[in-house]
């Protein structure tokens, strides 16, 4: 699904708007969306970042939801609920620059080699423990393909080596990412 900039803009003002109404204590005027698309029950992440720097990044990959909703109910989350950050504080709105991640289904991968790095994110699954990276951090930190699995299995609480385990599942999906912040 490809978001036109209508509709990105839309989702932009939506985070923009809900995270000040809620950090001002005010009331979240008639927010919803008027776009078919963006009615679709669609994943998502929203990251926030201060000065460049991560300052909450929370997400739902699953469908169950309208986009705009999930959008809504993830800036909250990010801004007050990312348990690596205390919740966000009115004074730093001005340094916030936000980023949306709009998930594709998730994919089962059979073989490592179907992983690109750059185009797609990686979902690893062992057990109870399971960790999420988003496409554009491999290309940020300009990791291969190995390192890329290494680093999400460190994220989902694993050994690095825990991908190679016949019973880890490994799953592949796309995301359309934008921002406000000009390198986005």
């Known amino acids: ?4 900039k209508k509709e990105k803009d839309s989702l932009l003002d939506i985070v923009k708007k809900t995270i000040a109404a809620k950090v001002n204590n ?11 698309t963006l ?4 994943g998502a992440f929203v990251t926030l970042k201060k000065r460049g720097n991560l300052r909450g990044c929370i997400g739902c990959i699953n469908a169950v939801k309208p986009l705009w909703e999930t959008v809504q109910e993830m800036a909250l989350a990010a801004a007050f609920n990312d348990p690596r950050f205390p919740s966000l504080k009115p004074e730093e709105l001005k340094e916030l620059t936000f980023e949306i991640s709009v998930l594709s289904p998730l994919q089962r991968v059979q073989d490592i ?3 690109q790095v750059g ?3 990686l979902y690893i699954v062992y057990g109870h423990n ?3 990276l988003l496409p554009q951090v491999a290309s940020e930190y300009g990791w291969d393909r190995e390192t890329f699995l ?6 989902a609480g694993l050994q690095t080596h825990a991908w190679q385990d016949k019973e880890t599942e490994i799953y ?11 390198n986005v």
């Open 150 to 155: 290494k680093e999400t299995c460190r994220k």
């Open 1 to 4: 699904m490809e978001l036109t």
């Open 119 to 121: 185009k797609h994110g």
């Open 26 to 36: 005010a009331d979240l005027k008639n927010i919803a969306a008027d776009s078919p």
């Open 130 to 132: 399971s960790g999420l």
């Open 172 to 182: 592949i999906f796309s995301a359309d990412y934008f921002g406000d912040a000009d």
């Open 39 to 42: 009615k679709e029950k669609r």
């Open 113 to 115: 080699r179907e992983i």
